[in-house]
């Protein structure tokens, strides 16, 4: 019985205790300043920045590995708020990423789409009206041209229009 | 070499964890919508059912039975579950922060999925060696993401079809799941164990 105890207890303990080292080598030590940048940033998650989403950035801008300006939905502002959080110089938004932001929009041709629904389930924005098995259309005022609904279209009814046409 | 061999295709295909032998159903349901999060969703499974079933027989073998204490078995099977559970979601927040968003809450489940559990239970059961034990594992993963993979790829495919309203949903991929089982019973009978 006694046994039965420590050997349980024992257990436990040398798992969580694995658990915890495993914790400390994975888990960044600059978690907190990655926690205050994401909050700056957009967080959409639209992944033009060239990392899968908001929080990868966030924390390759911690650990110094990224420039402040690879943000093209939150622009300038954003540029701003972050040089102003890491005492950095404000730069101007990297072109090469493109000026997608209120720059360009997605449009649906209405009479190819077949309501598949996979770009609304995609769109950081929720900027993709319509339901299943109905054609879509975009909110152009909500899109933030990330070109995410573009790869799910299994019928290719999305591009990209400049804004001012 | 060949019993090792024939261990997984008997795990992962004869005696298919899901449609065979019917455990670990509520993760199929409830992960199998993109094919993407399904993907992962076996991977991540497979990450803990394979250490899981090692380290359950370790402790067994080592711990429990030198000391007599065989009938603690389960509750020590469930803590190795958990911990296993914990490192996979570690290591899959640190290295792909995007698949632990898209998984979100099904990565604690795979604690409370059955065929975990139900893997270490029978490896015990049937005394296998530590090499077999792990081959058994990883075979009941494999079949567990096989399965997965391929009920998701045909639930994107239902999405757009023409279903009738009574069927559709939830009731449309228990019908897919049950042609699917009665695919795998073809199986029956090619390995042993």
């Excluded at chain 1, 649906?108 to 629904?117: D, K, M, Q, R, Y």
């Excluded at chain 2, 992960?31 to 899981?52: C, D, W």
């Excluded at chain 2, 429990?64 to 190795?80: Q, V």
């Amino acid at each position: 019985m006694l046994t039965g105890i420590i050997i349980l207890v024992g257990l436990a303990t040398g798992l969580s205790a694995l658990l915890v080292i495993v914790a400390r080598l994975l888990g960044g030590s600059n978690s907190s300043a990655a926690d205050a940048i994401e909050n700056l940033l957009p967080r959409i998650q639209c992944a033009q920045c060239g990392y899968p989403g908001c929080r990868p950035y966030a924390e390759a801008i911690a650990s110094n590995s990224a420039d402040i300006n690879r943000c093209p939905p939150g622009g300038a502002e954003t540029i701003r708020a972050l040089a102003e959080l890491l005492g950095r110089d404000p730069m101007p938004l990297d072109d090469s990423l493109g000026q997608a932001s209120m720059q360009k929009s997605a449009l649906i041709e209405e009479s190819i789409c077949i309501g598949c629904n996979r770009c609304a389930e995609v769109c950081p924005v929720d900027a993709i009206a319509g339901v299943p098995q109905r054609m879509h259309t975009i909110i152009t005022s909500h899109c933030t041209g990330c070109e995410l609904c573009l790869p799910p279209c299994p019928v290719d009814c999305i591009s990209m229009v400049s804004r001012s046409a | 070499m060949t019993e090792l061999g024939l261990i997984i295709i008997a795990a992962a295909l004869v005696n298919n964890f899901v449609l065979v032998q019917f455990l670990g159903l509520c993760p199929l349901m409830g992960a199998s919508r993109r094919l993407e999060g399904a993907v992962g969703m076996g991977l991540a499974t497979g990450l803990v059912l394979t250490t899981a079933s090692a380290l359950s027989h370790l402790v067994e073998n080592l711990i429990l039975i030198p000391f007599g204490l065989g009938y603690l078995r389960l509750i020590a099977f469930i803590l190795i579950i958990g911990a296993a559970v914990q490192l996979t979601e570690l290591l899959l927040s640190r290295f792909s922060p995007l698949l632990h968003r898209v998984l979100g809450l099904y990565i604690p489940l795979i604690a409370s999925n059955c065929a975990v559990l139900g893997v270490a239970l029978l490896n015990s059961t049937a005394s296998r060696s530590l090499l077999a034990a792990i081959f058994y594992g990883a075979g009941a993963a494999l079949g567990f993401g096989l399965v997965l993979s391929l009920l998701a790829g045909l639930r994107e495919r239902l999405e757009l079809a023409d279903i009738p309203a009574p069927f559709r949903g939830n009731a449309i991929a228990l019908i897919t799941a049950g042609i699917l089982s009665l695919a795998f019973l073809g199986f029956t009978g090619f390995a042993r164990l």
